[in-house]
Structures are given as C-alpha cells and as structure tokens.
C-alpha cells in the first residue's frame, strides 16, 4: 500500500485517496493476495539488510569508541550511517525487485521480473535508486539505533525502568517514530526513481535530487511525505519486533543489551 500511495498521480497535481481507498481498490480489483505482491524479495532482503545494519551497528561503534574515546549520539548516528548505507548498498536489487513486483499488473515470479528488468534496461538497473536509499538507509539506521541507544539510556537513568521488555518496547516504539519522521520523504523519492519506468506519464528523474525538486515543485511539500502513514504503519511494529526480539536473542547468547 505504501508504494501505491507512493506512485499515485505522479509527477502531476490532483486529488489523492487515502491508504483505506487503496485497500480497498486492491482487495476488489486485484484480491487479498496482492497485498503480499513482492514478498519473496522482500523476505530475502531483509534477512541478509536487516542482519547486517544491526550486525554492523556494534562493530561501527566500537571503531568510535577505540578512535575517538567518545560514543556520544553524534558517533552513533554515525556508525548506524555506515551500517545502513553498506548493508543497503548490497541488497538494492532486492528492493528494486520488490517495487516493481508491487506494482506489475501481470503475476510473474521474482525471477521472471529480473529478467525482464535485466533484458529491457540492462543489469545496472538492479541499482536504480541505490543513491537514495542508501540514503534512507543511513538515516534510518542512524535514527533508529543512535535514538533507540540514547532513549534507553535515559529511561534508565531518569525512570525507574530496568533492563528488560518494557525498557525494550517503550525505547523501540520512541525509535520508530523517529525512523519514519525522518525517512519518509527520502523512501518516497526511492521508490519514485525505482519505479519511473514503470509509471506512465512520470517525469524521468535524473537524480535523487531532481526527483524531490520536481515533486515538491509539481505536487507539493506535503507530498514528500505521501504514504507517510502506511510507512509509519509498517515500520513503527518492525522496530518494535526488531529491538525486542533482538534484545531477547543477544541475552540468550550471553552478549551484553545494546
């Protein structure tokens, strides 16, 4: 839903529905299983970008702590960067495989929309948008462990709270807001420059740059953040999930809590 909302009407002005009217369009039009259009890379991605960014983190942060003699928030922010920019840098086609995918009207496997993507437009097109959303990548990252890290410490320090699942979920919940307030625009011009071939009477983007300047120019500040409540709807529970489970495994293997 939140690359339809994405894509809608664009490159030019006009009344937008909302995320139920797309639901429902979807359900009646397409049936319930287009909502997991695109699952299969979107699992594969995030098994190997997820294991990454959060296994990054830590190594990224100790290189600051051994160099620098400091970890403060600017140095987290900085390693959650390079741990999101790397691991994203590596799994992009996934991603481009998944947009696409959400957006094809025919039924094809995964295998068959890298083909076609592949034959058409050559094997670079498997990075198409890599720019932005190693971007996106980077701030979320950043926005999420460096807030998540920060968040904990001081709950802490200044609430009775103790290490555990409610320390976990309340600093995990704080992170997801964050995360969303602060990638929703960079997600949108991704998925715009992944899916400009795709999107009949678009604007052909040259750049991440040019792809926010013609749409803040053509459709608005506002617009930048289109679909900012299905991104918030997805990524607010994942990072729930993500540090809470995460937490929870790196006790079970005797490491210490993030």
Known sequence: MKVRLQMQLAGQKGNLVGMGTIFTQMIEREGPRSLYLGI??????SLIYGGLRLGLYEPC????????GSTNFAFKS??????????????????VLKVRSQMSTSR???IGVMRIIV??????ALWKGVGPAM??????TASQMATYDETKQALLKWTRLEEGFQLHLMSS????????????PIDMIKTRLMLQREAKGARVYRNGFHCAYQVVRTEGVKSLYKGGFATFARLGPQTAITFVVCEKLRGLAGMTAI
């Open 40 to 45: 299969s890379p979107a699992l594969t991605r």
């Open 61 to 68: 942060k100790h290189v600051c702590s051994y160099a620098f």
């Open 78 to 95: 900085a390693s959650g960067i390079v741990a999101g920019a790397l691991a994203t840098a590596l799994t992009n086609p996934m991603e």
């Open 108 to 110: 094809i496997t995964t």
């Open 119 to 124: 034959a058409e437009e050559g094997l670079k």
């Open 135 to 140: 971007a996106r990548a980077g701030c979320l």
């Open 173 to 184: 919940c704080i992170a997801g807001t964050a995360g969303t307030l602060v990638t929703a």
